[in-house]
């Protein structure tokens, strides 16, 4: 641990207590049960979305309007994340938007949109928030990939989304290995389906039966494994890909 890690861990080891928690789309979806879970064992979170209204603060929560697609927008998020709280420990890159269409039909507005979303959004964050962590000698870096992403599985009518998807895996394996030695881990958490805890493009009408488990996800299931690889106990993970899917696609 760094002199100037906060040396009060939270009381479930967690890890999570007065650490600086960002994560980006957390207006509603994943990201909000994220940051929700975030606040909840008292870590001081900065919550991003792209419109104004959508999310209250408590506890130590501060809402930051930004479109993490554009370099410039993304970086007034992380210097006003630094103003109010001086560091940022955990970053969460939720931000991924998804659709349906297959490449006959996609227009290069459509793919650009979709790349920008799941891919360069991570990229821009993890380029501004990475000199910070550093410093500290001090990161958990959390991406969020899909099912199968790491074995480049075809989803079809999801060309873009699947190639985005699978470039966040590639890219956060060669972050892990570039900040290894910063004390900074990257890690990728990949939903399966999940219940439609709150609303989301993800929603599909999949059938529990086609899931080992029998179950659809819960935001509560993906937001555990985020937990996981923030806290103590997953010091010495990096680089690594766990599938939050009951089993389906293995
Ligand atoms: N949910 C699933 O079933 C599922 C399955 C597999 C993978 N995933 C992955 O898990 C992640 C979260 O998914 P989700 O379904 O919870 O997402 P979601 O519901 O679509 O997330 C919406 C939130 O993201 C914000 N947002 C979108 N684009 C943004 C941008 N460019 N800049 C800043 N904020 C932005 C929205 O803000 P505004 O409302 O202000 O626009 C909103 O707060 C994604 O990466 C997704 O690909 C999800």
Redesign the pocket.
């Known amino acids: 641990m760094s002199a100037s890690e906060p040396a009060d861990r939270g009381p479930d080891g967690d890890g999570l207590r007065g650490r600086v928690v960002l994560v980006?789309?957390?207006?509603?979806?994943?990201?909000?049960?994220i940051a929700r879970a975030a606040v909840r064992r008292q870590a001081r979170v900065v919550i991003?979305?792209?419109?104004?209204g959508?999310?209250r603060s408590g506890g130590e929560a501060l809402v930051c309007?930004?479109?993490?697609?554009?370099f410039g927008?993304a970086q007034g998020l992380v210097e006003e994340a630094l103003k109010a709280f001086g560091r940022i420990d955990v970053l969460v890159?939720?931000?991924?938007?998804?659709g349906w269409k297959p490449v006959a039909e996609l227009d290069p507005a459509e793919w650009r949109a979709m790349m920008?979303?799941?891919l360069d959004?991570v990229y821009h964050m993890s380029r501004l928030v990475i000199p910070h962590m550093r410093k500290n000698h001090f990161g958990r870096i959390v991406?969020?990939?899909?099912?199968g992403a790491e074995r480049t599985v075809a989803h079809p009518k999801a060309s873009a989304?699947s190639a985005a998807?699978a470039a966040v895996v590639a890219f956060s394996k060669a972050l892990a290995l570039e900040e290894a030695r910063c004390g900074i881990t990257v890690n990728v958490?990949?939903?399966?389906?999940?219940v439609?805890?709150?609303?989301?493009?993800?929603?599909?009408d999949h059938s529990a039966d086609r899931i080992p488990v029998g179950r659809r996800?819960s935001?509560d299931d993906?937001v555990r494994a985020v937990l996981f690889f923030c806290s103590p106990a997953a010091d010495f993970l990096t680089g690594q890909v766990v599938a939050v899917a009951g089993g389906w696609r293995l």
Do not use: I, M
């Open positions: 980006t789309g957390s207006g509603c979806g994943l990201g909000a049960w991003n979305c792209r419109r104004d959508r999310q309007r930004a479109d993490v697609t554009a927008e890159n939720t931000v991924g938007v998804f920008a979303s799941n959004s991406n969020f990939g899909a099912v989304y998807k958490v990949s939903p399966g389906v999940l439609d805890g709150e609303e989301s493009a993800h929603a599909v996800g935001p993906v």
